[in-house]
């Protein structure tokens, strides 16, 4: 009866789900600049009954979005994501995620007043660069939430799976310009400490685990062949699968830079010139439900997650509740990748709707087992606090 009522919800509000995802679609808009996105969620939460909080944690497209009947029982979070790709516009389907994430909520809210318990929907600004959920997360959002779920879309049916943590270094050499030819002795050159960097960076990449990247650009590297640089910029993502060995490799890649410094006789300035991200804690309990829910209603088998993965700021949230993001089809064609037009423009098929719907309910469906179920709580939560962080 209540995965019905979940089912007859979603059906009911799909038409303008599938609405918001359009118009994000036609006009997508870049990380802290998501306006209009942010507008039509929360107008969408207000209509079916959540209170919304506006510019949370001081984000102007920041948000939540809650449905509380008062009774007792546990909080469920799904998070909504709303950024676009410059260039490629919805490319990795964040108008989906939001659909997603809306749909689950207001359908889930529909059968709190017998489960008990409540939901927010989380918008978090700039998935894709600065990770507005990091600042959700220390600020405290998610203290008190028994799980949080995103489902994410992509070419296949998949299980959540894990993620990179992520420190984004910078480093910045100061050295002395000069004339490259009539007075090279004068000059100290930024650009050999990069190069210097770089080839110790190169050089480490062999001891370090099989599941760990460091890859990067020089941002800045002169400006004239004529002139000793005297001043260069190099960025690199470090990742790592634990945060652990994450703190320990970004050490070693910092001593590369000191190493380039102190080899050409520059100064070295070491910053974080993003938002860091902590990897993915996939609560595996919460997965297999999620899996369980899909297969009883649509007959659809999950996948296993990739073996190769990214980062997101999911991440953090995982370190503090439990969390899950499985993947769902949009496309029908695994040859389609995400970050692509292809991608974007597949968000609005028949098929994506299709495929929106199902993710949402069983979103919605997993909760409401687990809130039906003190049991489930229990192991969710027994796993949750015994997993390596």
């Known amino acids: 009866m209540i995965e019905e009522k979940i089912k007859s919800t979603l059906a009911a509000v799909k038409s303008e789900l599938l609405d918001i995802s359009r118009q994000m679609y036609e006009h997508p808009e870049l990380g802290f600049q998501e306006v209009l996105a942010s507008r039509l969620h929360t107008e969408f939460l207000e ?36 950024d676009a790709l410059p260039e490629l516009g919805h490319g990795c389907g964040h108008n989906l995620v939001g659909a997603c994430a809306l749909g689950a909520g207001v359908a889930l809210a529909s059968v709190l007043g017998e489960l008990g318990g409540s939901v927010t929907v989380y918008g978090a600004p700039a998935e894709e660069t600065s990770g507005g959920k990091v600042d959700f997360v220390e600020a405290g959002q998610f203290s008190g939430v028994d799980l949080a779920i995103l489902c994410h879309p992509g070419n296949h049916w998949s299980q959540s799976g894990a993620s990179l943590a992520l420190e984004p270094v910078q480093f910045e050499f100061f050295g002395r310009s000069a004339h490259a030819a009539s007075a090279p002795e004068q000059g100290v050159n930024a650009l050999d400490a990069a190069l210097v960097t770089m080839t110790a960076v190169n050089a480490l990449r062999e001891h370090v685990r099989s599941d760990a990247r460091i890859h990067g650009i020089v941002a800045d590297g002169g400006r004239a062949a004529n002139i000793v640089p005297d001043y260069t910029k190099v960025q690199y993502y470090v990742r790592a699968t634990k945060k652990g060995y994450l703190t320990q490799l970004v050490e070693r890649v910092k001593n590369c830079g000191r190493a380039g410094a102190l080899a050409t006789g520059c100064e070295v300035k070491i910053t974080r010139f993003e938002t860091a991200y902590d990897n993915m804690l996939t609560n595996e309990t919460l997965s297999d439900l999620f899996g369980i829910v899909l297969k009883e209603h649509y007959g659809i088998e999950q996948e ?13 949230v995982s370190l503090v509740c439990p969390a899950i993001q499985p993947i769902f089809d949009i496309t029908g064609d695994r040859s389609i990748a995400a970050h692509t037009r292809e991608m974007a423009a597949c968000t609005q098929t028949p098929y994506a709707a299709d495929s929106m719907e199902k993710a949402a309910c069983a979103m919605a469906m997993t909760a409401a087992r687990v809130l039906s179920d003190p049991a489930c709580l229990k192991a969710v939560w027994e796993e949750f606090k015994s997993a390596e962080k």
């Open 47 to 82: 209509r079916h009954g959540f209170t919304v909080t506006r510019q949370l944690c001081g984000f102007d497209t920041g948000y939540r979005g809650d449905f509380d009947t008062g009774k007792l029982g546990p909080h469920v979070a799904f998070l909504a994501e709303f």
């Open 304 to 316: 296993p997650p990739r073996e190769t993965f990214g980062s997101t700021d999911l991440g953090n």
